[in-house]
Structures are given as C-alpha cells and as structure tokens.
C-alpha cells in the first residue's frame, strides 16, 4: 500500500489524474484524467482502434447509448443478477462486500463484529427518463457496453452487409456503484472499456477463441 500510496501522490502531481471533485471534498471510485492522463488514454484506445478496427477487414466499429430501455436490463439478467452480497454494520453503519471482508470478520472502520444479515444489491445506477419517476420510466446507466451491441446486431448486418464471421468493437464509459472501491483505478464507479464481440459459427467458436486470444496478448 506504500508503494500504492506513491504511485497515486506522483501521478497527481504529475498531471495524469485527479481525484474526482476534490475541491469539495471528492466523490469515492471517481477520477478526472487530467493533462497527461488524458492523452495517454487517447493513445491507448487510438492504438488498440487501429489494431481490431482498422487493420482487419471483418471488423466494424459503433457508438452505443449509455442509456438503453430498460427491457434491454431485464433481457440480459442484469437487474435480476448483477449483484454483489452486501452486509452493514451495526456498530458504525458502514458497508462491504462480504466477500472482501476478512475472514474473522472485523469491520475495517470500527473494528466491531456485529453484521446484518447478507442481501444482494444491484450495482447498476438507476435513473429516470423525462419528467415523471415512475416503474415505467426507469433505466440505469449502462455497467457494461456488450449490450449496445447485441442491440444493434441486426442494425450492422442490414446496413454494412457483414457476413459471419465478423466483430463489432465499441470504445466507452460503464458505470458500477462498487459497494467496495479501492486500490486505485483498479476498482471505481465510472470507467471507460474497450471491447469487441465476435460473431461467428458454433463449430468455430473455439477455434476463434483461440485466435482472438492470443491477439489480445499479443
């Protein structure tokens, strides 16, 4: 952690990034890029574009909405599944992930042993869409960006004429509301990803498999 500690201090001073609000106080698992921090992202999705965009030729790129409808959640078992155990404690009200706690325990920040009973909470951001709050206007911030391209699949192929096998590469921001942040960048509620889904025959499935992940090592 002290090693952790001097790596955060430099890259501050350094330009690269910056505690998210700091000058009022900051808000926990959020990060603003700063001067240099900024062009060394830009540089790393420019090179990783060019290496699954624009260097094949069975690969497409797209741009999804953060915000999707929230039958798109309900299809693909995120508000039923995408959850953390989460436990409370008694004593100071703080809570955890119960499967990063301690083996004994212990809560990290009043040292007691007195827990609630675990409950599954969803790490998705809920928010509303237009004027009124209701169940029928609700949606969350995306967690992840697959989505966006499962939902589009139809809207490539009918518009690029792509033929199988063939990937869909999207570069953008998920956000989690970690119960747990920490180790710096490494876990935080806003984060941008870059990803491509690969679309191909089942009996080439591992094959290719193979293929895109000796790429990505690579």
């Not at 869409?129 to 809207?155: C, D, H, M, W």
């Not at 999207?170 to 491509?196: D, P």
């Amino acid at each position: 952690m002290d090693l952790m500690d001097k790596i955060v201090s430099l890259c501050k001073r350094r330009g690269y990034f910056f505690p998210g609000s700091e000058i009022y106080g900051g808000l926990g698992g959020i990060y603003d890029l700063g001067p240099f921090g900024v062009e060394l992202a830009k540089n790393i999705k420019d090179l990783w574009w060019k290496s699954v965009v624009y260097d094949r030729d069975n690969i497409v790129g797209l741009d999804s909405s953060i915000l999707m409808n929230q039958k798109v959640w309900e299809t693909s078992g995120h508000i039923e599944s995408f959850t953390d155990p989460l436990v409370e404690c008694k004593n100071c009200h703080s809570r955890f992930r119960q499967d990063l706690l301690p083996k004994i325990r212990i809560c990290p920040s009043c040292r007691k042993n007195n827990w609630t009973k675990l409950k599954m909470f969803n790490l998705m951001f809920k928010t509303y869409i237009g004027p009124v709050e209701s169940k029928f206007s609700e949606t969350y911030l995306r967690p992840e960006t697959a989505q966006g391209i499962f939902v589009n699949f139809a809207n490539v192929v009918d518009s690029i004429r792509v033929k199988l096998p063939f990937g869909i590469a999207q570069i953008g921001k998920g956000f989690r509301n970690e119960i747990t942040i920490g180790n710096f960048l490494f876990r935080v509620r806003e984060f941008e990803m870059m990803e491509l889904e690969y679309f191909t025959y089942p009996e080439k499935a591992s094959q290719d498999f193979e293929y895109w992940k000796k790429e990505r090592i690579d």
